[in-house]
Nanobody, 114 residues
Framework: QVQLVESGGGVVQPGGSLRLSCAAS????????MGWYRQAPGKERELVAT???????YYPDTVKGRFTISRDNDNNTLFLQMNDLVPKGTAMYYC????????WGQGTQITVSS
């Protein structure tokens, strides 16, 4: 059974950092395109990071230089390191397998607030 389970969310002050984890099961994430998305209240879900099977990564301008997507192939786990967080980053964050039918994790909440 294909499954993604995120962890690592929480409350952080502006300028702070968090690292999210996404444990994958039922498939090998290094063989697929994986992504991190976020969805703020009342907003559409947006893609914030992508990693392809070869290891190349892609980011939108809104997070470039502050977010880093990576993976641990031995543990079949995806990560998102987020630095210099801003209040607009408050959202539910999801990891997803983007190859074929999109598979979503359950999401983890991040609140950026002083």
């Amino acid at each position: 059974q294909v499954q993604l389970v995120e962890s690592g969310g929480g409350v952080v002050q502006p300028g702070g950092s968090l690292r999210l984890s996404c444990a994958a099961s039922g498939f090998v994430l290094s063989n697929t395109i994986m992504g991190w998305y976020r969805q703020a209240p009342g907003k559409e879900r947006e893609l914030v990071a992508t990693i392809i099977s070869g290891g190349a990564t892609y980011y939108p301008d809104t997070v470039k230089g502050r977010f880093t997507i990576s993976r641990d192939n031995d543990n079949n786990t995806l990560f998102l390191q987020m630095n210099d967080l801003v209040p607009k980053g408050t959202a539910m964050y999801y990891c997803a397998r983007r190859t074929g039918v999109i598979v979503w994790g359950q999401g983890t909440q991040i609140t950026v607030s002083s």
